[in-house]
């Protein structure tokens, strides 16, 4: 995921780094370029507007640090606002509450919920240490349940014994009963997913939601959907209420504007994405780690952090108008000293 859209920024960058100087006309090429990449790549239009505005009003006013190139510098201030439209920080499953905690998964049929379920599940009993239980209330896919107890086995986490014929929301009240007289720390509820957004659906999950408090409800969403996964993300934050996202398959061939448009969409942080097919093919959604992938310059983001962390420009410009003036003596000489010592530090 992101190869398309890394390669097409990149080459925008490329051109802008080797200028010494850019005049607002450069910033509004090259911007008008990183805005048909970003619709390119599946980013919803109204992201997109937001992005290059703000954006812009930063390059265009920035004061540029004089020792890289005005180019690094709108690459970094790219950079930091794909951080901020990624989420800013890492945001991990926020379990604490009172056990059983209820983590609660919801999304289309055919989003990898069930498989997320239990890649969740593992990781929580093996790294966390928690008492898992899995319940799968999907009883309208043939096989469903069977399923997510094949996969619990698999993966050495309890589920919920299968009781033909009892519903949804029968089943949820089940499980929470046996979490919590079996001492439980983490109820995970597989919900049911349709092909497509119906009333059926969300009035079911409403339901459910209502039985059981979830202190979770992430949303799966398949990457390789595009602008299907973002409108997905809406209809159900608005209709059930998300407080995250899970980001499937973003190893295949998607171009990743899922992911830049949900976070900006629904208001809620993806906290885990898909990497694979085996149980333990998951990771933390890291929103500095992706802006560095799509760009494809963490070495000239590196470089501006630094250089801004490094030289203090109040006081070079002090020492230059001291030796305008003739009035530059040792203490000035040894504060210059310091600052080629700090210099010498970070190249080493």
């Known amino acids: 995921m992101f190869e398309g859209l890394s390669n097409r920024l990149g080459e925008v ?14 910033v509004n090429e090259a911007l008008r ?7 390119e790549a599946d980013v919803a239009l109204p992201v997109v507007k937001d992005f290059i505005n703000s954006v812009k009003e930063r390059a265009i006013g920035a004061e540029v640090v ?8 709108v690459v970094k201030i790219v950079h930091d606002h794909l951080v901020e439209l990624l989420g800013g920080t890492v945001q991990t499953l926020d379990l604490v509450a009172a056990a059983p905690v209820v983590v609660m998964m919801v999304g289309l049929q055919g989003s990898g919920k069930t498989t ?3 890649k969740i599940a593992k990781r929580l009993a093996e790294r966390d240490r928690k008492k ?9 896919r043939p ?20 009781v033909a014929g009892q519903q949804p929301v029968e089943i949820a009240k089940r499980a929470l009963v046996m979490a919590k007289t079996e001492g439980y720390d983490v109820l995970m509820l597989d919900t049911a997913g349709r092909l497509s957004i119906d009333d059926a659906l969300m009035l079911e999950v409403e339901a459910v939601r209502d039985a ?6 992430l949303l799966v969403a398949d990457a390789m959907t595009g602008q299907d996964a973002v409108n997905t993300a809406r209809i159900f934050n608005e209709r059930v209420g998300l407080s995250g996202i899970v980001l499937t398959r973003i190893d295949g061939d998607a171009r990743g504007g899922a992911a830049l448009a949900m976070r900006s969409v629904t208001g809620k942080p993806i906290k885990l994405l898909g ?16 802006a560095g992938r799509i760009l494809g310059m963490g070495d000239v983001v590196s470089l501006v952090e630094k250089a801004v962390a490094t030289i203090d420009q109040e006081e070079a410009e002090k020492l230059a108008a001291k030796m305008q003036k003739g009035t530059f003596d040792l203490d000035d000489f040894l504060s210059q000293l310091r600052q080629l010592k700090k210099w010498a530090a970070w190249a080493a």
Not at 33 to 39: D, H, K, S, T
Not at 132 to 140: E, N, Q, Y
Not at 212 to 217: I, L
């Open 13 to 26: 960058f490329d051109r802008l780094k080797k200028r010494g100087a850019l005049s607002e006309s450069d």
């Open 33 to 39: 370029e990183v805005r048909i990449a970003l619709l």
């Open 66 to 73: 004089k020792s890289i190139t005005p180019g690094q510098m």
């Open 116 to 118: 997320s379920t239990a």
């Open 132 to 140: 898992v239980l899995m319940a799968s209330l999907d009883v309208a």
């Open 143 to 162: 096989a469903a349940q069977e399923q997510l107890a094949v996969l619990g086995r698999q993966v050495s986490v309890a589920t919920l014994p299968i």
């Open 212 to 217: 059981t408090q979830p202190a979770e409800t």
């Open 275 to 290: 990497t694979g097919e085996k149980m333990d093919a998951l990771e933390d959604f890291h929103p500095d780690r992706i």
